[in-house]
Nanobody
Framework: VQLQASGGGLVQVGGSLRLSCTAS????????VGWFRQAPGKEREAVSC????????YYKDSVKDRFTISRDNAKNMVYLQMNSLKPEDTAVYYC????????????????WGKGTQVTVSS
């Protein structure tokens, strides 16, 4: 199984990025999928996750109303649209499959991939 997160980059405060996640060797449509991030010197944290059907989502409080998670099961893709970016959003962003979606995002696998760097400059 290989996960590929892409779409990161350098953006100014208030800008937008759209992250994409795909997997080879795994059908994402069977699982909840989550986006996690890790900033330098900090632990990895859940940002958002979505159930396999897309019917339920979770967002970390600090990204609510700014980030939107979505999925296209036909393309085996999950997206994270990030608007109104802030310097504190700077981190490496990872996607993970087999995530339990509830009052948070609980990863139930060790599939992480390399992640994609998001840097928000002020």
């Amino acid at each position: 199984v290989q996960l590929q997160a892409s779409g990161g980059g350098l953006v100014q405060v208030g800008g937008s990025l759209r992250l994409s996640c795909t997997a080879s060797g795994l059908r994402l449509d069977q699982y909840g999928v989550g986006w996690f991030r890790q900033a330098p010197g900090k632990e990895r944290e859940a940002v958002s996750c979505i159930t396999n059907t897309g019917g339920s989502q979770y967002y970390k409080d600090s990204v609510k109303d700014r980030f939107t998670i979505s999925r296209d099961n036909a393309k085996n893709m999950v997206y994270l649209q990030m608007n109104s970016l802030k310097p504190e959003d700077t981190a490496v962003y990872y996607c993970a499959p087999k995530v339990r979606v509830g009052f948070g995002c609980l990863p139930e696998s060790d599939y992480w991939g390399k992640g994609t760097q998001v840097t928000v400059s002020s």
